[in-house]
């Protein structure tokens, strides 16, 4: 992934980008791997947290460690294509935030209905919706976040972040990517993954149910930032 983001920036933005690798608690070889790339090209930054302190967590410490105009994410077990950074890229002039939804998911057939609850219960919540309010394809302009500042620690950021945007006069352009099975990694609400079942972990889920929840109130209360 690291190879593959090196040469569409390198093609993309020249010489003027950065990636931030997110160690969440790994107990593989993330850190190692990512401090030998950077040896090698000290444009590759290593960020490591000392306990796994939850997706929403990682998103935001890659934002505030980000240092350019633009900020894009993308998870590291190559479910995207990185070539279709261009896709997003070359939206940015007429939005503040391009997000990715996907086509033709390829999930297992549970975990395609548990998101389509789950966009279902955003849109119920707050009258509005996204199309695909998780996919891990986004692209920031960075200025928006000195005025959002995102609470959420698992994976309600990706929500939170498009919504407070869009309710703050923000532009949120939606644009489709492709989507392949997962090559590595774990799916941290789900304890097990094997064709069409996807079974969930219920401690995960009634996390995410509670901080969106956190969020619905404080949207009430008009506190937005």
């Known amino acids: 992934m690291v190879s593959s983001a090196r040469e569409v920036l390198q093609r993309t933005a020249g010489n003027n980008w950065e990636i931030i690798v997110v160690d969440d608690g790994s107990t593989d070889s993330t850190a190692d791997l990512t401090v030998a790339m950077s040896k090698e090209d000290s444009r590759i930054r290593l960020v490591s947290h000392a306990k796994n302190s939850g997706f929403g967590s990682a998103v935001r410490t890659g934002i505030e460690q980000s240092t350019k105009e633009w900020i894009f994410y993308t998870d590291c077990d190559g479910q995207f294509d990185l070539e279709e950074l261009d896709l997003v890229w070359e939206r940015r002039e007429d939005a503040d935030i391009v997000s990715a939804f996907r086509r033709n998911r390829k999930d297992p057939g549970m975990r395609l209905g ?7 219960l955003t849109m ?16 920031y302009r960075a200025t928006i976040f000195n005025e959002i500042k995102p609470e959420s620690t698992c994976g309600v950021i990706d929500f939170e972040i498009l ?3 869009r309710d703050m006069g923000y532009r ?9 099975e997962r090559r590595a990694g774990t799916v941290s609400f789900e304890s097990t993954r094997n064709g069409f079942i996807a079974l969930v972990k219920f401690g995960a889920i009634f ?3 509670q901080q969106l929840l956190a969020f619905r109130i404080r949207s009430w209360k008009g506190i937005e930032r």
């Open 172 to 180: 949120v352009v939606q644009v489709p990517v492709s989507h392949y």
């Open 163 to 165: 919504t407070l945007a």
């Open 114 to 120: 548990y998101s389509l609850l789950w966009t279902t």
């Open 124 to 139: 119920m919540l707050f009258l509005r919706g996204f199309k695909d309010v998780d996919a891990s394809f986004k692209l």
């Open 207 to 209: 996390e995410m149910f």
